[in-house]
């Protein structure tokens, strides 16, 4: 069972978070538990799906991440997923496709070819947007394609970085509560990226310091 399945069986959105995961679980193991439907196999067979998507999700969510220690082997495949630049976004689309994996945990539904084109256009705004500053369409822009394109997992990727460049934006404006939220904005947005985590850390100190 993928995960993309896990969220549609407990009837959550990606990047939920465990609080949801347990509410949503509870909710419908109440629904669905043998013993208030006994007799009913496909409601049991229903309830073991429903079990075996917690248990998943329960284990990815739990996942240690953002720890100084993760190794050069995750830091690697990470680095070739989403090769970077300087400032934060993949290098191209023609780089970042002959240097990209395919996700190890997520399943990412094909893209159709107007999809596909839809995603790179939007790519080469978003650049734009972040050379100039201007973070407030950036984000609109990338939220709009994650709206259409929810579980790509280089949208999720550049929607989080969207929000960590105004996150740094805000920080050097002073502006630290207001950085905070666009900062934990992208960890929700792509949760399971470990050196996403790393980064952040370094922003949430620099906070700190300034405090």
Same mark, same amino acid.
């Given at each position: ?82 090769? *970077? ?39 080469? $705004?978003? $650049? ?18 994650? $709206? ?10 550049? *929607? ?11 920080? $050097?404006?002073? *502006? ?36």
């Amino acid at each position: 069972m993928d995960l993309a399945n896990c969220y549609r069986l407990l009837g959550l959105t990606y990047g939920a978070s465990l609080a949801e995961v347990k509410a949503s679980y509870r909710r419908l193991a109440r629904r669905y538990h043998p013993d208030v439907n006994a007799g009913d196999r496909l409601t049991q067979e229903k309830f073991i799906q429903l079990t075996e998507a917690y248990k998943l999700l329960l284990s990815v969510i739990n996942e240690p991440v953002g720890s100084a220690a993760v190794s050069s082997a995750s830091q690697t495949v990470a680095a070739k997923s989403a090769p *970077q630049e300087a400032g934060g976004m993949p290098r191209s689309p023609a780089a970042a496709k002959a240097t990209r994996k395919p996700p190890v945990v997520h399943y990412t539904p094909p893209l159709s070819d107007m999809d596909k084109q839809l995603k790179w256009n939007a790519y080469e $705004q978003l $650049q734009q947007l972040l050379k100039c500053r201007r973070f407030a369409r950036a984000i609109a822009l990338v939220e709009g394609l994650a $709206q259409r394109i929810p579980f790509d997992p280089e949208v999720r990727q550049w *929607q989080a970085i969207a929000y960590i460049s105004w996150g740094r934006h805000l920080i $050097q404006e002073g *502006q630290l509560d207001k950085a905070r939220i666009y900062l934990k904005k992208a960890l929700k947005t792509d949760p399971h990226n470990r050196s996403l985590w790393a980064e952040i850390e370094k922003d949430f100190q620099r906070i700190e310091e300034m405090l």
